[in-house]
């Protein structure tokens, strides 16, 4: 398994910009496909955006598109989440997460992601 810490949550106002980070433990994190999900308050996760282990192939939720970009640093054992244009309503627990195994294409599927981090709040003021 692999072991995420996420880090670069905090408080924004409306329209600004965060970026989020994942480091993984193992030498392996390069075979994994990963993603980002979110949680907020009285909801359900939901898909954010997952990336290809290569970084070639990116996924992203529509409420997202145009305003966010992930992107990994294999070298660095790290994905990103670059979030822009920030609104209230991407207010929530961000979570990273790696595939359940090694070697597969990135999926939008909670259900295909078995580990997760601890997750960082991201709150974005009006």
């Known amino acids: 398994q692999v072991q995420l810490v996420e880090s670069g949550g905090g408080l924004v106002q409306a329209g600004g910009s965060l970026r989020l980070s994942c480091a993984a433990s193992?030498?392996?994190?390069?075979?994994?496909?990963m993603g980002w999900f979110r949680q907020a308050p009285g909801k359900e996760r939901e898909f954010v955006a997952s990336i290809s282990r290569s970084g070639g192939n990116t996924y992203y939720a529509d409420s997202v598109k145009g305003r966010f970009t992930i992107s990994r640093d294999n070298a660095k054992n790290t994905v990103y989440l670059q979030m822009n244009s920030l609104k209230p309503e991407d207010t929530a627990v961000y979570y990273c997460?790696?595939?359940?195994?090694?070697?597969?294409?990135?999926?939008?599927?909670?259900?295909?992601?078995?580990?997760w981090g601890q997750g960082t709040q991201v709150t974005v003021s009006s």
């Open positions: 997460a790696a595939h359940r195994y090694p070697g597969r294409i990135a999926t939008t599927l909670q259900t295909d992601f078995g580990s």
């Open positions: 193992g030498r392996t994190f390069s075979t994994y496909a």
